[in-house]
């Protein structure tokens, strides 16, 4: 479920920033799900993370098929 909506707000926008989901997020247990989505799609090459220095933002961005 939140692989798909990940998958809805990334392709709307190319880049998403992960700063950019946590007004989105309402829980603590909806952020672990969500970071476990992201590492997920991580593992099965749906997405990069891009985070240009430490500690900087992560963007993510989708891998074109």
Do not use: C, H, Y
Not at 12 to 38: D, G, S
Not at 49 to 57: S, T
Request: aromatic share 8%; charged share 20%.
């Amino acid at each position: 479920e939140q692989i798909a909506f990940l998958w809805g707000e990334i392709n709307t926008v190319q880049r998403l920033n992960f700063k950019n989901l946590i007004p989105i997020i309402k829980t603590r247990l909806q952020l672990v799900v969500i970071f476990m989505a992201i590492l997920e799609m991580l593992r099965t090459k749906q997405i990069t993370v891009i985070q240009d220095k430490p500690f900087g933002d992560l963007i993510l961005q989708g891998i074109s098929a």
